[in-house]
């Protein structure tokens, strides 16, 4: 029944391994909690969602390129929060509409 060494030496060795594997743990505990905290810090502190963005065109002046939904997935990285009004008027300057999010139907803007 009692799976243990019978001798000291065996049992201070394993008292040993089991303290370094107790601490391993606690790092990793405390490792996992710093992450969650500064995950749940990160959702807290998140600026909210625009309503209307507009991708720029690559370089330095180049016109923009497209409107979207300001949580659209096919919007890119270069991009400006833009408010309604300044939405329709780039719809109505010709500028194109994003075909996955459609910021034209969203705003009522026919093209």
Do not use: F
Not at 42 to 62: N, Q, S
């Amino acid at each position: 029944m009692n799976d243990l060494p019978p001798d000291l030496a065996r049992l201070r060795t394993l008292e040993t391994w089991l303290a370094m594997t107790l601490d391993r743990v606690r790092a990793q505990i405390a490792t996992v909690e710093q992450r969650e905290a500064e995950k749940k810090y990160g959702d807290d502190h998140r600026p909210p969602t625009p309503d209307w963005v507009v991708e720029l065109g690559i370089g330095v002046g180049a016109p923009p390129s497209e409107v979207h939904v300001g949580d659209c997935y096919a919007a890119g990285k270069r991009r400006r929060i833009i408010d309604r009004d300044q939405a329709r008027q780039l719809l109505a300057d010709g500028i194109r509409a994003c075909t996955h999010c459609r910021p034209d139907n969203e705003l009522g803007v026919l093209e």
